[in-house]
C-alpha cells in the first residue's frame, strides 16, 4: 500500500470515530473491557491515574503548587475508581437476595424516578437523569433498594445510554427469573447541553419491554404510571 493511501485510511478511521463519538453511538451491549482490566488493585489504579492527570493538568497550563490545585489529581484517581467508573468492577455489583412471592401480588411492580448518574464514555461528561423499572413476579421478588443498586452499578461506568438501558433490563431479568421487565430511561446528556451543539433542553429517552410488557394493554398501563 502506497504512503499516500495509508494516510487517507488512517484520517478515514478518525472521521469514523469522531463521528461515532459526537453521534453517540455504541458498539456493543457489552462494556468494552480488556481481559487484564483486574489486574491492577484499586490503589495502583489510583496511583497512575494521578501521576497522568497531573501531566493533562500540567499540559493545560495549570500551577499545580497553587492550594486549590495539589490535591486535585489524586481526589480525581480516588472518584474515578472509587466512585463515578466503580461499576466497571465486577466486583462491586450488587449481591440480590430472592424471596418468594409470599403475598401472591401478581400486577406490575414499578420502582418510578431512580435518580441516574453516568457518564458519557466518547466525552466522560455526565449523564444526569431518571430511570423507571418495572417487572411482573414470576413467583419470586427482590428488595426495592435492590432495583436502585443496579441501576446505579450500571451507571456508574463510561456509557452510552442505549446499553445501559439493556444492561439493566438484563441484570433484572436474571436477578429476578422473569422476562416481564420494563424500563425507560429520561435523561440529559451534558456532552450535548455544554458542548457541541449546546443544547440545554433536550432529553434522551430509552426503553426495553419484554414478556408481558410488549403487550399494549401492559405496556400502555406502565406509560400511564411513571407519567404521573
Known amino acids: 500500500m502506497k504512503q499516500n493511501e495509508i494516510s487517507l485510511n488512517t484520517r478515514h478511521k478518525k472521521m469514523i470515530m469522531d463521528e461515532l463519538g459526537d453521534d453517540h453511538v455504541s458498539s456493543s451491549i457489552e462494556t468494552p473491557l480488556r481481559k487484564d482490566a483486574f489486574e491492577q488493585d484499586d490503589n495502583l489504579k489510583?496511583?497512575?491515574?494521578?501521576?497522568?492527570?497531573?501531566?493533562?493538568?500540567?499540559?493545560?497550563?495549570?500551577?499545580?503548587?497553587?492550594?486549590?490545585?495539589?490535591?486535585?489529581?489524586?481526589?480525581?484517581?480516588?472518584?474515578?475508581?472509587?466512585?463515578?467508573?466503580?461499576?466497571?468492577?465486577?466486583?462491586?455489583?450488587?449481591?440480590?437476595?430472592?424471596?418468594e412471592n409470599k403475598y401472591q401480588y401478581n400486577e406490575m411492580l414499578i420502582e418510578k424516578d431512580i435518580t441516574l448518574y453516568s457518564y458519557c464514555e466518547h466525552h466522560f461528561v455526565p449523564i444526569i437523569g431518571k430511570a423507571h423499572v418495572a417487572y411482573i413476579s414470576?413467583?419470586?421478588?427482590?428488595?426495592?433498594?435492590?432495583?436502585?443498586?443496579?441501576?446505579?452499578?450500571?451507571?456508574?461506568?463510561p456509557q452510552v445510554q442505549e446499553r445501559l438501558t439493556v444492561q439493566i433490563a438484563e441484570a433484572l431479568k436474571e436477578a429476578i427469573q422473569t422476562e416481564d421487565i420494563a424500563i425507560v430511561i429520561d435523561s440529559a446528556h451534558l456532552c450535548v447541553s455544554s458542548r457541541g451543539i449546546k443544547d440545554t433542553a433536550s432529553t434522551t429517552i430509552t426503553a426495553y419491554y419484554s414478556g408481558k410488557f410488549k403487550e399494549d394493554q401492559t405496556k400502555n398501563e406502565f406509560l400511564a404510571f411513571i407519567k404521573k
Open 46 to 99: 489510583i496511583e497512575l491515574i494521578q501521576k497522568h492527570f497531573k501531566e493533562i493538568m500540567h499540559i493545560l497550563g495549570l500551577d499545580l503548587t497553587d492550594d486549590s490545585l495539589k490535591g486535585t489529581p489524586n481526589r480525581v484517581a480516588k472518584m474515578y475508581v472509587k466512585e463515578i467508573f466503580s461499576g466497571l468492577n465486577p466486583a462491586n455489583k450488587p449481591k440480590v437476595r430472592l424471596f
Open 138 to 157: 414470576a413467583g419470586k421478588v427482590i428488595g426495592l433498594s435492590k432495583i436502585n443498586r443496579l441501576v446505579e452499578y450500571y451507571s456508574k461506568r
